[in-house]
């Protein structure tokens, strides 16, 4: 079900809102009146986006959060109901990157993907919970990227974290359905490449320059189907139509997706630039408050990757129906 209140009396948490996705996330609520509860690492990008929320009309309050520490996320849940009285909706949201080869990501980074991203969240829902309940209900959402259906190269921790938040968030609506809890709905989101900081801030161990693999859209993309799942809650969508359309050619033909998808993330998802090995803000808050990450030129080539991405797609369905004649001739 949705918010028991309108948007412009409900309390909402968006944890990772010290830039991007978070971030614009926040300021979309605060446009509607909503009370924002901000967290973080990075305290001082968290007040710079409180600012901002308060000047479009919000309340904000700034909790520091590492979300990796359960005790930390229990504290913030317990902070945004006393300050504002209730828990109307929860937004995970936090996530690090750590890019390489699978066998070439340091295993203290990969653990750390997995904490900030997966556990991070299993923090929040925990947290959540409660708080929903006693508010009459309400809605979380989990922001797991089209990465939860898909797997891209030189991102095994960030693919098996997403994975997982997917299917976290399926049996925890299943849970809450069974035991009469309905009044709590659990949305999951599917962004495809957004423009944002995440590819500057992501550990990297491949030697070259990271760059999102276009198609781009703005981080305003996710933040207004957020704040649309919140008012009218749907168990799973896309933000983006390139996500969509991955998703689709997953299901149909995952083998040949997957190959397709491979070569393709291969050849775009590094800049012409060196790099030296580094750990970026796996370990440490390097948030700056910013929406965006500057790949906003990589939008110009969404005609010719739309092109490719139907072409793609024909290959799927001749793929697909390739397979279904094979099946047919051989059966008895």
Known sequence: MPLTRTLDDATVVVTGASSGIGAATAYALARRGADVVLAARSADALQQVARRCRELGG?????????????????????????????DGWVNNA?????GLFD???????RRVVEVNLLGTVHGVRA??????????????????????????YQSAYNATKHGIRGLADTVRQE???????????????????DTPFFRHAANHTGRELTPPP??????????????????PRRETYAGGAARLLGLQWRLAPALAERALGWYAHRTQFGPGTR???SGNVFRADADAERVGGWHGRRRRLVRLT??????????????????????????
């Open 95 to 99: 996530a690090v990157s750590a890019v």
């Open 59 to 87: 309340r904000a309050l700034v909790v520091p959060t590492d979300v990796t520490d359960p005790e930390a996320v229990n504290r913030l849940a317990a902070r945004a109901a006393a300050e504002f009285g209730r828990i």
């Open 128 to 153: 959540a919970l409660p708080w929903l309940a006693a508010a009459g209900g309400g809605v979380l959402v989990n922001n797991a990227s089209v990465l939860a259906e898909v797997a891209m190269p």
């Open 276 to 278: 030296l090995d580094s």
């Open 215 to 232: 198609p781009v859209y703005p981080p305003e993309v996710v933040a207004e189907t957020i704040v649309r799942l919140l008012c009218r």
């Open 307 to 332: 092109a490719a991405f139907g072409l793609a797609a024909a290959g799927t369905a001749v793929g697909t129906a390739a397979a279904m004649a094979r099946r047919s001739r051989t059966a008895p």
């Open 176 to 194: 809450l359905r069974v035991t009469g809890r309905s009044a709590i709905s659990v949305c999951t989101v599917l962004p495809a490449t957004i």
């Open 104 to 110: 070439e990501i340091p295993v203290a980074e990969f």
